[in-house]
């Protein structure tokens, strides 16, 4: 490893995430001249810093771009990402050029008759706010609630536009949160589910997030038995935490183009579990010691995701197959002028589905199925929302998180 590489893992260690992810984008840029040095560990003074960003596009890297780094230093760092807004497009397969976004309308977000409110949840960890859609036909009458997490640069009214789940909640009447990452937690709004320290029952962002789901469950009527979180990238990562710290809250998890729980504990791990895919070997902490109680889990994944690799899917699924033995049967299909997909379902004796991965042949990094009127969005298919919720409705929690 060469001295810029050292000085990114010193800065890590030093838990200065953020002049790390500055470094290692510059690296990546090729400069050479990096405007600093970094003496032996102990010479760092710990310092409270932003966390870092590891939801973000990943830059194709040539090493004839880069003749002044080593062969070692150069495959090293094809496991970082360089770290640039999300773009605010996607290229569909089959046709010419890029698809821009279309404008959000209105009925994207808010269907007739419902509610899109915004509130407020704070704790010992801090706060966060976030966006409650209330179906038309809510008379107090007890609902399912699903939790929905963004992925990174994205907004609640961009992720329900996106994934049209508020046009699903209003069809199937549910009731849906979006907890709202600000820029001052990750500076590209992403959960920090590589943070061990995010990874933990009752401590930071999980307390945040389930803080928010019990305010819901107690403001409104909610079936307690029927409580599920999901999410996008780094959101999906972050429902994968929950599913792990809070099974006694959610009934169900849906990990959309994200990685499982313990797949990293800081941004070093986090870059190589992204780019290379998680170790099998990883596994919670919590879930080892604590013995938690296995979650139904829907995977989604395309096979070209080239910003978080198509073996985290894998690695979610095999995660859950160690607390038990399943049946296991495979379905092949296509959309109609969309992608062909793969689906696997673990079905347990009474042959209930209790985990269900879909890989999405052709697809990117991006919601399956999604509206171009929100970002990250391929609506070539299959329809994750919809299969989503179908699997959540499918599944009872065997006790509330009350």
């Known amino acids: 490893m060469n001295d810029m590489m050292l000085q990114a893992t010193l800065l890590t260690r030093a838990s200065r995430l953020s002049e790390a992810t500055a470094l290692i984008q510059r690296m990546l840029r090729g400069e050479s001249d990096l405007g600093m040095t970094i003496g032996p560990t102990d010479d760092i003074a710990l310092t409270k810093s932003k966390p870092s960003i590891v939801d973000a596009k990943a830059d194709n890297i040539e090493e004839a771009e880069y003749p002044h780094l080593s062969a070692a230093t150069f495959a090293h760092l094809r496991g970082f990402h360089a770290l640039h807004d999300l773009p605010y497009r996607v290229k569909r397969p089959g046709l010419q050029g890029w698809m821009q976004r279309e404008p959000v309308a209105t009925q994207d977000i808010l269907p007739e008759g419902g509610r899109f409110i915004e509130a407020v949840y704070t704790n010992s960890a801090g706060g966060r706010a976030y966006k409650l859609y209330i179906p038309s036909r809510y008379q107090g009458q007890a609902l399912p609630l699903i939790v929905m997490l963004h992925g990174g640069t994205q907004t609640p009214d961009d992720f329900a536009a996106g994934t049209r789940m508020n046009l699903i909640a209003e069809e199937q ?34 307390s945040l997030i389930a803080g928010i789901t019990r305010q819901i469950m107690h403001d409104y009527s909610v079936d307690a038995q029927r409580v599920y979180v999901g999410g996008l ?8 935490v929950m599913g792990a710290t809070y099974p006694d809250l959610y009934a169900a998890i849906g990990v959309h183009s994200g990685l499982a729980c313990g797949a990293a504990d800081d941004i070093i791990s986090a870059f190589a579990a992204m780019r290379q895919g998680a170790s099998a070997s990883s596994e919670t902490t919590d879930s080892l010691e604590n013995q938690q109680p296995f979650v139904p889990t829907i995977v989604f994944h395309g096979d070209r995701d080239h910003i978080v690799h198509p073996r985290n899917a894998d690695h979610v699924i095999s995660c859950s197959l160690r607390a038990s033995k399943w049946q296991k049967k495979v379905d092949r299909g296509c959309v109609p002028d969309g992608h062909a997909y793969t689906r696997t379902i673990h079905t347990d004796a009474n042959g209930r589905a209790m985990l269900e991965q879909w890989c999405i042949h052709g697809a990117g990094h991006a919601w399956s199925g999604g509206s171009l009127a929100g970002s990250y969005t391929d609506p070539r298919g299959p329809d994750a929302a919809s299969e989503m919720l179908r699997f959540f409705r499918d599944h009872v929690a065997l006790r509330g998180g009350e």
């Open 233 to 240: 990238s780094a959101g999906a990562a972050a429902a994968a």
């Open 173 to 206: 009447t549910c009731l849906v949160a979006y907890p709202a990452q600000p820029g001052h937690a990750n500076p590209a709004k992403c959960w920090n589910w590589f943070r061990a320290s995010d990874q933990r029952r009752d401590r930071g962002e999980p």
